[in-house]
């Protein structure tokens, strides 16, 4: 059973920064693409970002291009978000997810919540104006 936890939310203020851990187990997740979804409170969660197997590939939402960083560290199957500039609309659960593949060897980035197989319990990260 694949297990995600996310680390490192908590409370900032506008323009501080905070890096998101998501740390896997049960799995080697080597061929997973991954990817941080949030959910503002009362909204529909949405994609942030996602990142391929290889780690050559990425996605951003247009709204944290520039400020926010996905990275993963295969050795220690974790996956990272470096949320730089913070802004109080960034203010949302973030969850971490692993998308399953068909076809490890095609690299892809999925970018939808229903392409993501696998999902931590979320941290929650607070941005003060």
């Known amino acids: 059973q694949v297990q995600l936890e996310e680390s490192g939310g908590g409370l900032v203020q506008a323009g501080g920064s905070l890096r998101l851990s998501c740390v896997v187990s049960g799995r080697t997740i080597t061929t997973y693409p991954m990817a941080w979804f949030r959910q503002p409170l009362g909204k529909d969660r949405e994609i942030v970002a996602a990142?391929?197997?290889?780690?050559?590939?990425?996605y951003y939402t247009p709204s944290v291009k520039g400020r926010f960083t996905i990275s993963r560290e295969k050795a220690k199957n974790t996956v990272f978000l470096q949320m730089n500039s913070l802004k109080p609309e960034d203010t949302a659960i973030y969850y971490c997810?692993?998308?399953?593949?068909?076809?490890?060897?095609?690299?892809?980035?999925?970018?939808?919540?229903?392409?993501?197989?696998?999902w931590g319990q979320g941290t929650q990260v607070t941005v003060s104006s």
């Open positions: 990142i391929s197997w290889t780690g050559g590939s990425t």
């Open positions: 997810a692993a998308h399953d593949p068909v076809a490890p060897a095609v690299v892809v980035v999925p970018t939808t919540l229903a392409e993501y197989d696998y």
